[in-house]
């Protein structure tokens, strides 16, 4: 008889709570979910986490050989992409160091030259992937030849913080290195510029992080809505630590050179006719506007399923964008919307608007607006009352009722209950 465990493997018991719905199985198709599939067993991180991180540094490494056009906009396979864990425990490290150690096999060159760390300033961004140029004194300066960069922060928690610095230009700039366009920061002692940049980002943040440090302007302003936000836990134990190490990992590597070199030579791909007429049945959902934090982090919807599916196409070495590569995009794009909510809930952004909307929910009878006004010791104006009133019914999540009574008729303001939600 044996002291050893039967298994290596302990179960995690996770509570039932609000955490998103897994992804679709549809997520991990092709190559990807391949590698996911093969990892897995062996490693307590989250799935999507590897897959995530996985699509993320494939987009990077193959440049910017291949794109999809809209209109005329052309979006490369550069991603950026934001792990949310309920802790610091959530694994998202091992995630990443399954991912690293893959690609160092494969292009050994990016995996230990474009992976970086560090994002502080949008110079400094700049100066990784620069142009040549001149100094004052007209001596020429050499510029990076590799435009491919993979941004790693592992504690994104410190991006934000600097991006909230008055003055601090990373916002701007990061911006324009997921569209794509030259980058330039229009300071006198750093005026480098760079063209052609090919620059993908992933970061790891708690919940609690990215809620308090998170400033409501750079949520509705641009900087969040061009990452996707992926919730992502520990999805076991395992005491032993797997045995990864005993995988034979070339056929899985071989396929992913293929890809790599196929695509870095794809040019511009295109949906084929079924996932043509997918796209034109999902598109209007994916550009209908939704309200809140949630809402303004998920308004480039299309723009990251068109990206994902690209992704997806150039891992199977397809010349098309075909109804399986749409529908992986869009089951992970179903995820990181929920995540999103997961992340933010029912919040506007405005602290004076989420009170109020708090109090309301807790009040079934209703308030009035100098019950509301007491609510805030009488310190905060009728005026700014009225407007994040006004803004909450503007969304459907309150409504007013008249009471009548001597003198003047005041308002009771209730909470909608039966409002129907973004996921349903």
């Known amino acids: 008889m044996t002291d050893e465990p039967a298994t290596n493997v302990i179960p995690l018991r996770l509570s039932a709570d609000d955490w998103p719905a897994p992804p679709r199985a549809a997520a991990f198709t092709g190559l990807a979910g391949e590698i996911v599939a093969t990892i897995e067993p062996h490693s307590e991180s989250d799935p999507l ?3 995530a991180q996985l699509l993320v540094s494939f987009g990077s490494a193959i440049g910017r050989g291949a794109h999809y056009s809209v209109e005329a906009t052309e979006h490369h396979g550069n991603e950026f992409v934001l792990l949310v864990g309920p802790s610091a425990r959530a694994r998202k490290g ?27 300033s949008g110079e400094g961004l700049i100066w990784s992937v620069r142009d040549p140029d001149t100094d004052r004194r007209g001596r020429e300066q050499a510029g990076e030849i590799d435009k491919r960069l993979l941004v790693f922060e592992a504690e994104f ?7 909230a610095r ?23 002692n750093n005026p480098a510029r ?26 509705a302003n641009g900087f969040l809505n061009r990452y996707l936000l992926f919730c992502v836990r520990r999805s076991k ?6 045995r990864i190490d005993e995988i034979d990992w070339q056929p899985l590597l071989t396929k992913l050179r293929a890809a790599i070199d196929t695509a870095r ?13 997918r796209w034109w049945e999902r598109y209007p959902q994916l550009t209908e506007p939704e309200a809140g934090l949630a809402g303004a982090v998920c308004a480039r919807a299309e723009a990251h399923v068109v990206r994902l599916s690209l992704l997806y196409a150039l891992l199977d070495q397809t010349q098309q964008i075909r109804l399986p590569h749409l529908e992986a995009a869009l089951a992970l794009w179903e995820y990181a919307a929920a995540s999103a909510r997961w992340v933010f809930g029912d919040s506007l952004g405005d602290p004076l608007v989420d009170e109020i909307y708090r109090a309301l929910l807790e009040e079934p009878d209703g308030l009035t607006r100098s019950q509301l006004r007491d609510l805030f010791s009488r310190n905060r104006r009728s005026k700014d009352i009225g407007q994040a009133l006004d803004r909450l019914a503007a969304t459907g999540r309150i409504h007013a009722e ?18 129907p939600t973004a996921a349903s």
Request: proline fraction near 4%; include cysteine.
């Open 49 to 51: 986490a590897i897959l």
């Open 94 to 120: 091992s995630s990443w160091d399954h991912v690293q150690r893959i690609f160092g096999e494969v292009d050994p060159g990016w995996e230990s030259e474009r992976i970086v760390s560090g994002l502080s």
């Open 157 to 163: 928690a410190s991006v934000l913080k600097m991006v």
């Open 166 to 188: 008055d003055g601090n230009t990373l916002s701007p700039v990061v911006r324009c290195a997921w569209d794509g366009k030259p980058l330039q920061a229009l300071t006198k």
């Open 194 to 219: 760079a063209t052609g940049a090919h620059i993908a980002i992933v970061g790891h943040v708690t919940r609690d992080e990215l809620v308090r440090l998170l400033n409501a302007t750079e949520a």
């Open 237 to 242: 134990l395992l005491p032993e630590g797997g």
């Open 265 to 277: 030579r794809a040019g511009r791909l295109r949906f084929d006719e079924h996932a043509r007429r």
């Open 402 to 419: 008249r009471l009548h009574q001597r003198g003047r008729p005041a308002e009771l303001w209730r909470a909608r209950h039966d409002r």
